[in-house]
């Protein structure tokens, strides 16, 4: 099993920086990922996230992005999908061209418990921070279980580098790959008493994986996509319903939550939309 301390500790203060793009790789035209040339680092964890603006975009946008971290280190980088007028920029970014990033930002995905294992579950985007989660595990020693489901086979980014990390159950609305039918189509099966669950996607995505572990008793733990001006806990952005009343807010206490924390409703549980892809 993973040593719990390489996911949950030695977590680094936030600090922002103004980092030059290495280079953008395009998995059609939808989806991008973006790394940085930072050669002093930024030590992010899986699961957490950082604000992304680029510094030339002057008063519009004006607000950063939050993005989950796909890699830290020297070479930081995002998986994003175009959306927005924020992510159209950074589509069209190129080598060179600076974006100010403030991290890392949130907490990490808990350590797997003793004796259990890690069930992944993702949709779209959401497949980027449990990459970084599963490349960590399988380098520890812990080869994790992944679903990952899309609308097509388009809509799958990175299930390649995913695939070498874990073992891989493809699933798309469409048929065009894998089994037919959403991500959740093969969890009945998978879903044991020797498994925990993370998970990240849309929210009536991550709502219905909670509602499964929750009829089994599984341990489910969601990261969220929520909203969010600043990051850090000011701004109030990214209010989420807490279960038996009150607010959780995705940037200081999560974004990685205790699936039984947050009330689901009907899987709509940010009051407003994110662009999808930013977080």
Known sequence: MPDPSSLTKSRTPRRQVTAPLLRRDSMGN???????????????LPGQFAMVRGAEWGDAPLLPRPMSFLTGGNRPSILIKVFGEGTIRMARAIPGEPFEILGPLGNTWPAVSPGKRPLLVAGGVGVAPLLYLARELSSAGEKPIAVYGGRSHR?????EELADVSELYITTEDGSRGAAGRVTLPLPELLSDDVEVFTCGPDRMMAAVAELCAAKG??????LETPMACGYGVCLGCPVKRAGGGYLYA???GP??????IDW?????APRRVERGER
């Open 251 to 253: 940037c200081t206490d």
């Open 218 to 223: 599984i341990r489910c733990i969601a990261s």
């Open 265 to 269: 409703g009907e899987g709509n549980h």
């Open 256 to 261: 990685c939550i205790d699936a039984t924390s």
């Open 30 to 44: 939808a989806y991008h990922v973006l790394t940085f040339d930072l050669p002093e680092g930024m030590e992010a």
């Open 155 to 159: 809509d799958l980014p990175l299930n």
